[in-house]
């Protein structure tokens, strides 16, 4: 019996260290195609070393105590690219903080997969299009700030739906 409890626990433990490192593994994947789709003057983004088990020791993110990624802090930082598809990966991100760069493109309609985001703040950057109606179901969102951007259309009726969105 004894054996089997230990066997059982030490089984326990490794699935628990498995799945720690492919998350943070899929976390990091994600941030660093940020990372390659960014220009970064000022070396903001020096700390993300793709080969670290999980991003939470880079600088400008938060990790919960999971070690799941619950926050991306990189407004007025001088960065220019785009955002990319990737971003839709990071489930348990709360926070993500693009304000004030020189970010362009569209805004990825995997965005509207985070379904714990409360804040998303894209404004004073070159972003253009429209706003994806995907957005529409991140129903935890309280902040959205895409002004001073080159958007373009109408802002979708599903984000009506969001009962919590306070700020728009």
């Not at 492919?22 to 003057?41: C, H, I, Q």
């Not at 070159?126 to 951007?149: A, E, H, M």
Request: glycine share 6%.
């Amino acid at each position: 019996m004894a054996t089997q409890t230990w066997l059982w626990t030490s089984l326990t433990v490794a699935l628990t260290f498995i799945l720690t490192v492919v998350n943070g593994n899929s976390e990091g994947d994600a941030l660093f195609t940020l990372r390659k789709s960014l220009s970064d003057p000022d070396n903001v983004l020096q700390s993300w070393d793709p080969t670290l088990v999980n991003p939470c020791t880079w600088f400008h993110i938060t990790c919960n105590q999971d070690n799941r990624v619950t926050r991306l802090d990189l407004g007025n930082s001088n960065l220019s690219g785009h955002l990319v598809p990737e971003l839709g990966k990071l489930e348990h991100l709360q926070y993500l903080e693009l304000y004030k760069n020189n970010i362009q493109g569209t805004i990825p309609s995997e965005l509207g997969s985070l379904k714990r985001l409360i804040s998303l703040d894209l404004y004073n950057n070159n972003i253009s299009g429209t706003i994806p109606t995907s957005l529409g179901r991140l129903k935890s969102l309280v902040f959205l700030r895409l002004n001073d951007n080159q958007l373009t259309g109408p802002i979708p009726r599903e984000l009506s739906n969001v009962s919590s969105l306070k700020v728009v």
